[in-house]
């Protein structure tokens, strides 16, 4: 854990590099169609101001809180001034070599509404081989998942959730327990949340998809980018150019207090759910 900017910037754990990036803050996703319209008609621009805050979270105090034969646990308190927001992050770590991350974060009054509230990072694209147990078999948000349904779903991380013409936000899965990612060698990386959680798995960094207006801007990197969600605005949509195009209140993301936890357990052969216990 880097005490400067309160993430965990390194993770290897039996054969596996955990993260290829940071395990970073995420309060953004690329911009749909409908969440440009909204924006632009209903005067909420000021949504634009999650963008990268997770670049902008200030570190107000990082320890060790307790240090116990085989369990270590890490705190870290910060704030982020634009949007003004608290952040607690606990991360509780094994000898075994699992993580339990603890998330715990108030969103000021005066903050405009964030898209989602979540942590993010990158894993080698080799770890392709997606299996999860949430809401499938295609993509689903808060306000578009009644026709899905909860089960055990397979894949391949690059190609199972579908894109648009369009570059923007894709591949969400709601009501999720747990999903793994695992190589060709069977080595792998378990993410269970303490309640159900959102997550995607996709071939390109948010920020590409926010950027790029067609597909052949789009950069495919030799990493995935990882989505871990406690929640996700719905996507809205009651027509794509005024509005209306905002998501019905019920799944919008409102200033307020919100936690969640889920467990990271690396593994180099078949583990199940269930025995991560901390």
Do not use: C
Not at 94 to 103: A, E, I, M, S
């Amino acid at each position: 854990v880097d005490k400067k900017s309160g993430y965990i910037t390194s993770y290897k754990s039996k054969g596996v590099n955990v993260i290829s990036s940071p395990l970073k803050l995420n309060f953004w996703r690329a911009e749909t169609e409908n969440d440009e319209a909204y924006r632009n008609s209903k005067k909420f621009k000021n949504e634009l101001d999650w963008i990268k805050a997770e670049d902008r979270f200030k570190v107000s105090k990082a320890s060790v809180i307790s240090n116990k034969k085989g369990k270590v646990v890490i705190a870290v308190n910060g704030e982020i001034e634009n949007p003004k927001t608290s952040v607690n992050l606990t991360y509780t770590v094994l000898g075994n070599g699992q993580v339990k991350v603890t998330y715990n974060t108030t969103i000021d009054a005066s903050a405009p509404n964030p898209p989602r509230l979540g942590m993010q990072f990158d894993i080698s694209n080799q770890y392709n081989n997606l299996t999860y147990y949430g809401k499938g078999p295609h993509p689903n948000y808060s306000d578009r998942n009644y026709g899905s349904h909860v089960g055990l779903f397979s894949g391949d991380a690059k190609t199972m959730s579908y894109m648009y013409a369009y570059p923007e936000e894709y591949g969400n899965h709601t009501e999720t327990r747990w999903f793994q990612l695992q190589n060709k060698s069977t080595k792998g990386v378990l993410v269970k949340g303490d309640k159900n959680i959102s997550f995607s798995v996709l071939p390109f960094s948010i920020y590409n998809l926010q950027e790029a207006k067609h597909t052949n801007e789009l950069v495919e990197r030799n990493v995935l980018s990882v989505q871990v969600d406690l929640v996700q605005q719905g996507v809205g949509g009651d027509n794509t150019w005024s509005e209306k195009a905002r998501p019905h209140k019920e799944y919008l993301i409102n200033p307020g207090t919100y936690s969640y936890s889920f467990y990271l357990a690396p593994f180099s052969s078949i583990i199940k759910p269930e025995t991560i216990k901390f």
